[in-house]
């Protein structure tokens, strides 16, 4: 072949190649790779859903929360949850002290100038709290309570305390003050967008027992402070997967739990309806049974006819008045039969009386735990149902 040739057959390979490679002017581009996928979401934190009257754990399976409340602020300790676990309870309820006198010194958490208006060691200390809970297999119900918010008028101490000035004859709290309620309201945000990335909160209760004593003209004010407060975590802390838990005025009366009743759409199936259980006994045996009957009925009603989830958040009876436990047992099996959840009141107390409502009380000579035997066994009966 002779130089000429080959110089064409040459050039018709090279450009052949070139072609392939997509290096000449009118090839094809090679089309770059996929990117990666994206990497998948975290998991979401175990939340219950709420579907009608029905709660569900996170395996679509209903559930009935019984347990305890933890009690006094700062007396848990870290085997607590575990023990109250190993009885067979599957809630704890965990409160932090906002706003308010409390039996005890530093209690109050508020601390207005603090990230969230906590006192950042009290806030470590819930933290923590609800941590062990949890670490123990437990849901846990936290609470943002407040003596002067909800009320502010329980006795003359109080009103000393949470109105210094005399300033609010109607007492001083978060209806007759918009700036304390603003902040309280903020404190909720803070504290929701901590414990939404918290495993097993079974729901948030907002305020316990609001406006002890005050007539059907509240009934509106309370419901709408509550929303406002539910509106405030869902759009500001961004928690759109925890209930809340709300009650009536007249500090949860059960009787009035309806009252409570949310029919706003927005909130379907987002929020469960407490009220105070605790057992009275100074009256017959009979009279006594049939007013533990009737209160409970008022909060089932509620529940069938509104289809609505219902929990009781403070349950019990003072052993002193209840030696034998037979109030204790009675209620709880009527509890059981009617699959009304609650906590019981209460697991530790400053106290080293046997006669008041706690399951565990200080020796009052060493300072030991004394565990009232009988009343927890009989809590553990119908956990363990």
Partial sequence: MDKKRRAVVLSLLSGAVCAACGGGGGGASVTPPPPPPPPPPPPQVARLALSGATMLDPAGKPIVLRGMNEGTWGEMRSTDAAAIAGQGANVVRVLIRWWGLYGGTDVESRSDAAPGHFQPDHLKQFLQEVKWCIDAGLWVIPVLDSNCGQNGLQNADMVHYCDPGSAYPGGHNFWTDS???????????????????????????????????????????????????????????????????????????????????????????????????????????????????????????????????????????????????????????????????????????????????????????????????????????????
């Avoid at 009925?297 to 209840?322: E, N």
Wanted: glycine share 6%; proline share 4%.
């Fill in 179 to 385: 700036a304390q309620r603003q902040r309280f309201k903020e404190a909720w945000v803070y504290l929701a967008g901590l414990l939404k990335d918290y495993e097993r909160i079974a729901f948030y209760e907002l305020l316990p027992e609001p406006l002890e004593g005050r007539d059907e003209t509240y009934r509106q004010a309370v419901s709408e402070f509550y929303q406002e407060l539910m509106t405030a975590i869902e759009d500001q802390a961004g928690d759109k997967r925890t209930p809340f838990l709300v009650g009536a005025r007249d500090a949860y009366n059960i009787n009035l739990v309806d009252e409570a009743y949310i029919a706003d759409p927005r909130w379907k199936n987002r929020v469960v309806y407490t009220g105070n259980l605790f057992i009275h006994t100074g009256q017959t045996q009979a009279q006594n049974l049939a007013a533990i009957d009737a209160r409970l009925a008022v909060l089932t009603r509620m529940r069938d006819t509104r289809g609505v989830p219902v929990f009781i958040q403070q349950f019990g009876v003072r052993t002193g008045d209840d030696p034998a436990g037979f109030h204790l047992d009675y209620g709880l099996s009527k509890l059981t039969a009617a699959s009304v959840g609650y906590t019981g009141w209460q697991w530790r107390q400053n106290t080293a009386s046997m006669d008041e409502y706690a399951i565990v009380v200080e020796d009052p000579k060493t300072g030991a735990d004394i565990v009232k035997t009988p009343v927890l066994a009989t809590y553990a009966k119908y956990w363990h149902a």
